[in-house]
C-alpha cells in the first residue's frame, strides 16, 4: 500500500511564476491537509479538503492561494505569482477519518522562489 | 496561535539515557498526537493518545496525559543515535468534531550522542 505521494520534491519558480504541488493521499483515504513548515518552525495548517469540498481553510492566506481535492485524481495546492515569501516545504497528509486518527504524511514538496 | 507549545525546543542526551519532552496546550481537546520528523522527511505518527485516556506505551514510547493541566509529555526510553529527530505535538480540537484540523507546535530538536 502506496504511502501519501507528493510531487515534485523540489520546484524552483521565479518570482511572479505560478506553483502546482500535487499530493495523492493514501489508498481509501479521503481526507488531506495541507501544511506549511520553514526552517526551524513547526507546521502551519492552511487546508483540509474531503472529496470535492473544502472543510477548513483557515490558514490559508486571502490572495494567491487555492486547493483542491476533486472527485478523480490527486489534491491541488495551487500558488499564484509567487513571491520570494513562499519558499518552504509544503506537506500533505492524509486520514481515513479526519482528526480523529493518525495523519500520514508525504515526504514535502520544496518550494524554492528565486 | 499554536495550539500546543513542545519544552524544552531542544534536549541533548547520551545514548541509552531517557528522553522526555512535554507538551501544552490551551483548549479542550479530543486527542493529542505526537509525530516525529527525520532531516528533509515528512512526519510520522508515533502514538495518540485520547482525552478519556491518561497513559499510553508503545515499544520503548510512553506518553501521558494530564487534561487537568493541559499538558503532555514523551518519554523515550533507552534512546539509540537513531531516534536523533524532531518531535512535535498535535492537537485536534473538541468542538468541531472529527472535521478538525490537527494544530502542531514548533517542535523539539532531539539529539542523542553515541
Known amino acids: 500500500n502506496a504511502g501519501v505521494m507528493q510531487n515534485p520534491r523540489h520546484l524552483v519558480r521565479r518570482r511572479g511564476q505560478e506553483a502546482r504541488l500535487r499530493c495523492s493521499p493514501m489508498?481509501?483515504?479521503?481526507?488531506v491537509y495541507w501544511y506549511r513548515q520553514l526552517p526551524e518552525e513547526g507546521l502551519k495548517f492552511m487546508v483540509y479538503?474531503?472529496?470535492?469540498?473544502?472543510?477548513?481553510e483557515s490558514g490559508m492566506p486571502k490572495e494567491r492561494f487555492s486547493a483542491e481535492f476533486p472527485k478523480e485524481g490527486p489534491s491541488i495546492l495551487r500558488i499564484q505569482q509567487v513571491v520570494r515569501g513562499d519558499s518552504a516545504a509544503y506537506f500533505c497528509?492524509?486520514?481515513?477519518?479526519?482528526?480523529?486518527?493518525?495523519?500520514?504524511f508525504g515526504n514535502g514538496t520544496r518550494l524554492t522562489v528565486t | 496561535s499554536q495550539q500546543g507549545e513542545e519544552d524544552p525546543q531542544a534536549l541533548s542526551i547520551q545514548e541509552g539515557e531517557n528522553a522526555t519532552m512535554n507538551c501544552s496546550y490551551k483548549t479542550s481537546i479530543n486527542n493529542l498526537q505526537w509525530y516525529r520528523q527525520n532531516s528533509g522527511r515528512g512526519l510520522v505518527h508515533l502514538i495518540l493518545i485520547r482525552s478519556n485516556e491518561r497513559e499510553k506505551h508503545s515499544g520503548r514510547l510512553r506518553v501521558t496525559l494530564d487534561t487537568s493541566k493541559k499538558s503532555s509529555s514523551l518519554l523515550i526510553t533507552a534512546s539509540r543515535a537513531a531516534d536523533t529527530a524532531s518531535y512535535f505535538c498535535?492537537?485536534?480540537?473538541?468542538?468541531?468534531?472529527?472535521?478538525?484540523?490537527?494544530?502542531f507546535g514548533k517542535g523539539i530538536t532531539l539529539s542523542v550522542r553515541p
Open positions: 479538503l474531503q472529496k470535492e469540498n473544502i472543510i477548513d
Open positions: 489508498k481509501g483515504h479521503s481526507h
Open positions: 497528509a492524509s486520514s481515513p477519518s479526519g482528526s480523529y486518527s493518525p495523519l500520514h
Open positions: 498535535a492537537t485536534a480540537f473538541l468542538n468541531t468534531g472529527a472535521n478538525s484540523k490537527l494544530t
